[in-house]
């Protein structure tokens, strides 16, 4: 059993900058797909990593923003965030799930508690 643990939100002002970490235990990560959902008035999908990192997914609205990368020896998917804007603003989850990457929220197996993301306008 995957346990993911969110850490990193906070409050910060528009146009600056968070890193957001998913860190795992309890079992094999390292062959699992995370992404990471943002729950704000809607549930949006942000970003996206297959197993090894050697596919990664944004939305349009965080490409060229956020990066998203993982360091498997540490269990840990890793969320940077710049020039970040108050629509950005609510409960980051990461999830996790055996294989490929997939859009449907149903489809993960693990999920964290999340963290809050709030930007000051």
């Known amino acids: 059993q995957v346990k993911l643990v969110e850490s990193g939100g906070g409050l910060v002002q528009a146009g600056g900058s968070l890193r957001l970490s998913c860190a795992a235990s309890?079992?094999?990560?390292?062959?699992?797909?995370v992404t990471w959902y943002r729950q704000g008035k809607e549930t949006e999908c942000v970003a996206a990593i297959n197993?090894?990192?050697?596919?990664?997914l944004y939305v349009d609205s965080v490409k060229g923003r956020f990066t998203l990368s993982r360091d498997n020896a540490k269990n840990t998917v890793y969320l940077k965030m710049n020039s970040l804007k108050p629509k950005e603003t609510g409960t980051y989850s990461c999830?996790?799930?055996?294989?490929?990457?997939?859009?449907?929220?149903?489809?993960?197996?693990?999920w964290g508690q999340g963290t809050q993301v709030t930007v000051l306008s």
């Open positions: 197993w090894n990192g050697g596919n990664i």
């Open positions: 309890g079992g094999t990560f390292d062959n699992h797909a």
């Open positions: 999830a996790a799930r055996r294989g490929w990457i997939v859009a449907d929220a149903r489809q993960y197996e693990y």
